[in-house]
């Protein structure tokens, strides 16, 4: 059986236990050893007890316990920090604003591939209507209400009982007359001819996107409206 012990330049040396007296050692050291290596090697306390054998069993266990309670304390004091640092984190994040988004399409499945587009972002409410007139009404309607105020529309431009090309000029002619407030509105349409596009925009329309129009291209010119 090995045991450890120091020689006179402070080397640990590995010696055969012989003999009662020596077994007393090997006990001894075996129970520092083992003491030693259960503690961190960045607590300092470990090399005490491996170059130093003038602690007794009850030194020893003392000196261990007493480190023990020290960083104890460490870690409830710092996980208390922690969790404050959390809770006033918590307590001042800023919720993000909520934006809506009108999309009028009477082809629904269509509509609801936009909508999709903007699943990834819960502060994005959309709406969905299916004509021009339901279009405007929608508009009127959400100052009665006043929960709701369109960012954006995007509006196909081939629409029944009211077109999108008229929906957009009677909207555009209610925010110059301060009637509504300002909504930015994009042609989401399957009619890209010149002159439809020359059309679009004297009709108020503000930015034009062709069918199929792909998430980028929606997410780009929504990012834009919001933030410019």
Do not use: H, W
Not at 121 to 150: L, T, W, Y
Not at 173 to 191: D, Q
């Amino acid at each position: 059986m090995c045991i450890r012990d120091r020689d006179s330049s402070g080397e640990i040396q590995r010696k055969t236990a012989v003999g009662g007296g020596q077994n007393r050692n090997m006990l001894k050291f075996s129970f520092v050893d083992n003491l030693a290596m259960a503690i961190p090697p960045d607590t300092g306390l470990r090399k005490d007890l491996m170059f130093d054998s003038n602690y007794d069993r009850g030194q020893l266990q003392s000196k261990y316990m007493e480190r023990r309670a020290d960083r104890s304390a460490m870690g409830s004091d710092s996980m208390m920090l922690l969790n404050s640092q959390n809770n006033q984190t918590k307590g001042t994040r800023k919720p993000l604003d909520q934006i809506f988004v009108l999309v009028v399409d009477d082809k629904s499945f269509q509509a609801k591939v936009v909508k999709s587009f903007f699943e990834d972002r819960p502060n994005v409410m959309v709406s969905i209507v299916s004509n021009g007139r339901e279009a405007i009404e929608a508009v009127d309607n959400q100052g009665i209400a006043g929960k709701v105020q369109f960012s954006m529309i995007f509006m196909e431009l081939d629409l029944p009982i009211i077109d999108g090309f008229t929906a957009a000029k009677i909207l555009k002619e209610k925010m110059n007359k301060s009637e509504i407030p300002n909504i930015s509105i994009i042609a989401l349409t399957a009619l890209n001819s010149k002159e439809d596009i020359d059309k679009c925009y004297s009709c108020g329309f503000d930015y034009f996107l062709s069918k199929p129009a792909t998430q980028k291209m929606i997410i780009e010119t929504y990012d834009k409206i919001v933030n410019q």
